[in-house]
């Protein structure tokens, strides 16, 4: 029988862990975006980074702009690339729509659904945790809102509390943003929204559509928005003179504990490391007592 891994904080293990990533914008044939991105190299590597990570998360969560034009062939290459990896972690792939998007290919090509204008939203039962995607995309259009029948769907979804919760996914996010473009593309109705998951047991909100990651609240109740794998925005610039960078790739790596969500941002790039900590540390530090470990690492020499 493995031992249970020594508890070093005040908190115990989370409860569950999602991968979260956004903003893959693959094309068909490896197309480069603009000429400029390699959306798909960038794509691949995010993913040997979820797997350098050493943990099998109980979901991997994808919040929409799948794809650049909605080309049912980038659909598949996406498809190609994270499903073994997800079957290696032993995870499943939750696919959200994002404004990229386009939803009959999206459907057919990604999810083996009929081809139709039908929003793309599930449920998923984490062990306890209930993760519900949301599809915030206007056919034709770029900026968000989410329909009075997927609303009412929500509602009622959400009528029935899960035992650990409920967290969202979505592609717009319910927040306010400082740049132009994005005020412009932001999700309509935020306080419709807002006056559904009031009160309920939502814990969380994951989104993407920014390409930056940040946070807020909404109906006092956490979002966080995850980068981009495919490029990021320079946020060292004038409001109104941001743009896209070849640099600044990410992903969150999402914590479920029973009083708190947190959500980190793990680095997609190539860059000196430290060799001081390893497994080897911890379980140096495992086998003294809690005094000597405050004692070894924590008292100022």
Known sequence: MTAAPVQFGQHPPARRTIVHLSDTHLLAG????????????????ALEAVQALRIRPDAIVFT????????????????DAAEPVARRL?????????????????RSALLDLDPSEEPVTGVWDLGGLRLIALDTTVPGWHHGDIDEAQLAWLARTLAQPAP???VLAMHHPP??????????LELHNQKRFADVIAGTDVRGILAG?????????VAGIPVSVSSATCYAMNLARPAADVNGMDAGQSFHLVHVYDDTITHSVVPVVQAPTGEFFSEEWAAQMAALTPDERLEAFSRKR
Do not use: Q
């Not at 975006?33 to 590597?45: P, S």
């Not at 032993?90 to 994002?98: D, F, I, T």
């Open 90 to 106: 032993g995870a499943p792939l939750v696919w959200v729509a994002g404004n990229h998007d386009e939803r009959p290919a999206m």
């Open 64 to 79: 929409g702009d799948l794809t650049d034009l909605g080309e049912p062939v980038a659909y598949r290459a996406l498809r």
């Open 164 to 166: 650990l919760g409920t």
């Open 209 to 217: 559509h920014l390409h930056y990651s940040t946070s807020g609240t």
């Open 175 to 184: 927040l306010p943003s400082h740049i132009p473009v994005f005020e412009i």
């Open 30 to 45: 490896s197309a480069r975006l603009g000429d400029v991105y390699d959306t798909t190299a960038n794509f691949l590597r």
